[in-house]
């Protein structure tokens, strides 16, 4: 199965910009990324998601690499509400669409 | 918020005994999911569902099983339950496959 490879954690300071990698170098051409985030005691919550091109909401934008082997969430101006862990994820086209979270990245967010 | 409920919200079993988990979805959502959640796993997939009557295995479907007998509703059944299933269970639905994904706030459950 796809798996996707992200770093253990990351800090940034209040209203900078961050970028949070995943690699996903065995990534299939039918499946989506996506990304979540989970605050402690919630379920996890959507981000965004994109198939080949680079996708802005107004949560965060998206950019894939050409290859599709990695991708990059930026969250703009990141603000001490969008400390959580942030999860990378795969949606594997095999029928079910199942999704495989990887482990994530723990986002501190510093004042 | 998307219209999912997990019930119970919290529950201790005895080892040995059957239990069910709900998640209940207003949104007419063709796919739904079961995930556990553990520390130092994150998410892992137990069971989904693609349609009513229509389900499949995840990465940890060792121990559990699932229905979904009309669309609203997917149930999970731990047939007898271990220590080693003490967990925070996560229902998700979406709409379609590639689409993002809603979660219920989880249910805590803790097998003694």
């Known amino acids: 199965d796809a798996k996707t490879t992200q770093p253990n954690s990351m800090e940034s300071n209040e209203e900078e910009p961050v970028h949070l990698p995943c690699n996903h170098s065995t990534i299939s051409g039918t499946d989506y990324i996506h990304w979540y985030r989970q605050l402690p005691s919630q379920g996890p919550e959507y981000v965004i998601h994109?198939?080949?091109s680079n996708v802005n909401n107004r949560m965060a934008s998206l950019a894939i690499a050409e290859d599709r082997k990695s991708s990059t969430l930026i969250l703009h101006r990141a603000t001490l509400r969008d400390a959580a862990v942030y999860y990378c994820i795969l949606r594997v086209n095999t029928g079910g669409f199942k999704t495989i979270f990887g482990a994530g990245t723990r986002l501190f967010v510093k004042a | 918020d998307a219209g999912i409920t997990q019930s119970p919200r919290h529950k201790v079993t005895e080892t040995g005994t059957p239990v069910t988990l709900r998640c209940h979805q207003t949104e007419n959502h063709r796919y739904m999911y079961w995930y556990r959640q553990d520390p130092g796993h994150g998410l892992r997939l137990i069971h989904y569902?693609?349609?009513?009557?229509?389900?499949d295995k995840g990465e940890v479907s060792d121990g559990y099983s699932v229905s979904r007998s009309k669309t609203e509703d997917f149930l999970l059944t731990l047939e007898s339950a271990t220590s080693s299933q003490t967990s925070v269970y996560f229902c998700a639905i979406s709409d379609r496959g590639e689409a993002e994904a809603f979660f219920g706030q989880g249910t805590r459950l803790t097998v003694v």
């Open positions: 994109g198939l080949t």
């Open positions: 569902s693609y349609g009513v009557k229509d389900t």
